[in-house]
């Protein structure tokens, strides 16, 4: 019987911050939900490639649609160019974004031989900015977890990774670092930049 | 360059000997003294101070001239080293040097944790020394992982930042890496609480610094040199890109363990 008094007060207690609880997150919960869910179903995406028997050039094959149709890789190249984005001309920005996807498509299937019996677990999402993060750990055989947030927009109509934070360093972020720096270390001049990363891709193999 | 303590790459020190850390230390001090000195003025246009206060470098010319020095000293002394180091030691045997480096650094962790009010994680720190040491084998296995006593970091820069003091100007430091006014500071605090420091001196303890030390930051360029040497050969700027890297994750770790409320009791007792 005693026992009871508490549970019949948590019950209460309940009852009262859901019936509190602003309208508002419920949108917020929808939101975190979502992007959960996305984040769960382009994880299990790229694992299943990565994971795989097919030989290594399949896998870089098969995962390019993947980053064209999950990825905003056009929001990141604008975001990666910072304040250079709105000095550019047209020409310019329309060059530097293809250079910059065949750069994030490379960085990224290199990387795809270094993962074998990847797998992750989804944790919490939460609000970041007008974006979404979700926690991931990714876990490889004989190393330590990786914690990595992944920052989905629905900017674009649907949810799509803009970012991705890996032990507290955003990748757009030190990318943009990278970028700014160059730049303005050549005279603020962006057609550095555009050599460079012709370079880049040049001697990429 | 630096050595591993923990999951984090950039976050980690070196474990010096006494006498080479005191002179770090002076090092260091009279570096940041000089520094004062040497400033760049901040940029008029207001796009460009803005990406000079993200930046938060100061001495970007000295830091630079560190930066290159370092790598260039790195690329023919200890990456070499610790590329042969990778081929002649199996995985299995190279985690367990690093095992034993982390637990011979928990001391420090466990001072700066209670430094940082933070008496949950100060206490599992001192279970992971306590359960490494003897059931461990002086650290060569992380039993204390298995037993639900997972790793983490903390060092007197981290304990600085959760006390509120700012991090001040980016700094490279010579053969040390990457760092601040802060974490300088919190590095000559952390040579102050290694517990290794204040053992009588004598040739045994000698030869057991000398060759933690060295083991210590070979192993610790060995768990980095990949990430390092795709760092140097995919940035347009490496060092750019290592600064911005840095300063995020200094920040994210101090918001960690602002943030870390955990409970007193291990995992496994949470799953019984």
Request: glycine share 10%; hydrophobic share 40%.
């Given at each position: 019987?005693?026992?009871?008094?508490?549970?019949?007060?948590?019950?209460?207690?309940?009852?009262?911050?859901?019936?509190?609880?602003?309208?508002?997150?419920?949108?917020?919960?929808?939101?975190?939900?979502?992007?959960?869910?996305?984040?769960?179903?382009?994880?299990?995406?790229?694992?299943?490639?990565?994971?795989?028997?097919?030989?290594?050039?399949k896998k870089k094959q098969d995962i390019l649609p993947l980053l064209g149709q999950y990825v905003d890789v056009d929001a990141i190249g604008r975001y990666c160019l910072g304040r250079y984005w709105r000095t550019a001309t047209p020409e310019q920005q329309?060059?530097?974004?293809?250079?910059?996807?065949?750069?994030?498509?490379?960085?990224?299937?290199?990387?795809?031989?270094?993962?074998?019996?990847?797998?992750?677990?989804?944790?919490?999402?939460?609000?970041?900015?007008?974006?979404?993060?979700?926690?991931?750990?990714?876990?490889?055989?004989?190393?330590?977890?990786?914690?990595?947030?992944?920052?989905?927009?629905?900017?674009?109509?649907?949810?799509?990774?803009?970012?991705?934070?890996?032990?507290?360093?955003?990748?757009?972020?030190?990318?943009?670092?990278?970028?700014?720096?160059?730049?303005?270390?050549?005279?603020?001049?962006?057609?550095?930049?555009?050599?460079?990363?012709?370079?880049?891709?040049?001697?990429?193999? | 360059?630096?050595?591993?303590?923990?999951?984090?790459?950039?976050?980690?020190?070196?474990?010096?000997?006494?006498?080479?850390?005191?002179?770090?230390?002076?090092?260091?001090?009279?570096?940041?003294?000089?520094?004062?000195?040497?400033?760049?003025?901040?940029?008029?246009?207001?796009?460009?101070?803005?990406?000079?206060?993200?930046?938060?470098?100061?001495?970007?010319?000295?830091?630079?001239?560190?930066?290159?020095?370092?790598?260039?000293?790195?690329?023919?002394?200890?990456?070499?080293?610790?590329?042969?180091?990778?081929?002649?030691?199996?995985?299995?045997?190279?985690?367990?040097?690093?095992?034993?480096?982390?637990?011979?650094?928990?001391?420090?962790?466990?001072?700066?944790?209670?430094?940082?009010?933070?008496?949950?994680?100060?206490?599992?720190?001192?279970?992971?020394?306590?359960?490494?040491?003897?059931?461990?084998?002086?650290?060569?296995?992380?039993?204390?992982?298995?037993?639900?006593?997972?790793?983490?970091?903390?060092?007197?820069?981290?304990?600085?930042?959760?006390?509120?003091?700012?991090?001040?100007?980016?700094?490279?430091?010579?053969?040390?890496?990457?760092s601040s006014f802060r974490d300088g500071l919190g590095y000559g605090l952390d040579v102050g609480l290694s517990p290794w420091n204040y053992v009588p001196r004598g040739y045994g303890l000698l030869t057991f610094n000398w060759a933690y030390n060295i083991m210590g930051t070979i192993n610790g360029m060995a768990t980095?040199?990949?990430?390092?040497?795709?760092?140097?050969?995919?940035?347009?700027?490496?060092?750019?890109?290592?600064?911005?890297?840095?300063?995020?994750?200094?920040?994210?770790?101090?918001?960690?363990?602002?943030?870390?409320?955990?409970?007193?009791?291990?995992?496994?007792?949470?799953?019984?």
């Amino acid at each position: 019987m005693q026992s009871s008094i508490p549970r019949r007060h948590a019950l209460a207690l309940l009852a009262a911050t859901s019936a509190a609880m602003p309208v508002a997150s419920a949108w917020a919960v929808d939101a975190g939900a979502q992007a959960r869910s996305f984040v769960t179903m382009f994880g299990n995406k790229l694992v299943a490639i990565v994971n795989s028997d097919i030989a290594l050039e399949k896998k870089k094959q098969d995962i390019l649609p993947l980053l064209g149709q999950y990825v905003d890789v056009d929001a990141i190249g604008r975001y990666c160019l910072g304040r250079y984005w709105r000095t550019a001309t047209p020409e310019q920005q329309d060059r530097y974004l293809k250079l910059f996807h065949q750069v994030l498509v490379n960085a990224i299937t290199d990387k795809i031989g270094d993962y074998r019996g990847v797998t992750f677990v989804v944790g919490s999402s939460a609000p970041s900015g007008d974006d979404t993060a979700v926690s991931t750990v990714i876990n490889r055989p004989g190393q330590p977890g990786a914690d990595t947030q992944w920052i989905i927009s629905t900017a674009s109509g649907s949810p799509k990774v803009v970012d991705v934070v890996g032990e507290g360093a955003s990748l757009r972020l030190t990318q943009r670092g990278d970028y700014t720096s160059f730049i303005a270390r050549n005279g603020g001049n962006l057609d550095g930049l555009l050599r460079a990363l012709d370079k880049q891709i040049a001697n990429h193999h | 360059m630096r050595a591993e303590t923990g999951s984090n790459s950039w976050s980690s020190r070196p474990f010096p000997s006494p006498r080479r850390s005191m002179l770090r230390v002076a090092g260091v001090a009279l570096g940041l003294l000089g520094l004062a000195s040497c400033a760049a003025p901040p940029p008029k246009d207001p796009d460009a101070l803005a990406e000079y206060k993200e930046a938060n470098d100061r001495y970007e010319k000295l830091n630079r001239k560190a930066f290159g020095l370092t790598m260039w000293a790195n690329k023919y002394t200890l990456r070499p080293v610790a590329k042969a180091y990778i081929w002649a030691v199996p995985r299995p045997l190279r985690n367990s040097f690093g095992s034993l480096y982390q637990t011979m650094n928990e001391p420090v962790v466990f001072f700066n944790d209670v430094g940082a009010g933070k008496p949950r994680r100060a206490g599992d720190a001192f279970v992971r020394w306590c359960i490494n040491m003897t059931a461990g084998l002086g650290g060569l296995i992380d039993v204390a992982n298995y037993a639900g006593y997972k790793h983490h970091d903390n060092d007197g820069g981290l304990t600085l930042a959760t006390w509120g003091v700012p991090s001040g100007p980016y700094l490279f430091l010579p053969a040390l890496g990457p760092s601040s006014f802060r974490d300088g500071l919190g590095y000559g605090l952390d040579v102050g609480l290694s517990p290794w420091n204040y053992v009588p001196r004598g040739y045994g303890l000698l030869t057991f610094n000398w060759a933690y030390n060295i083991m210590g930051t070979i192993n610790g360029m060995a768990t980095n040199v990949d990430a390092l040497d795709q760092v140097m050969k995919d940035s347009l700027d490496p060092y750019a890109t290592i600064r911005s890297a840095y300063q995020q994750q200094r920040k994210a770790m101090a918001e960690a363990i602002k943030n870390d409320h955990r409970a007193t009791v291990p995992d496994w007792y949470h799953t019984r």
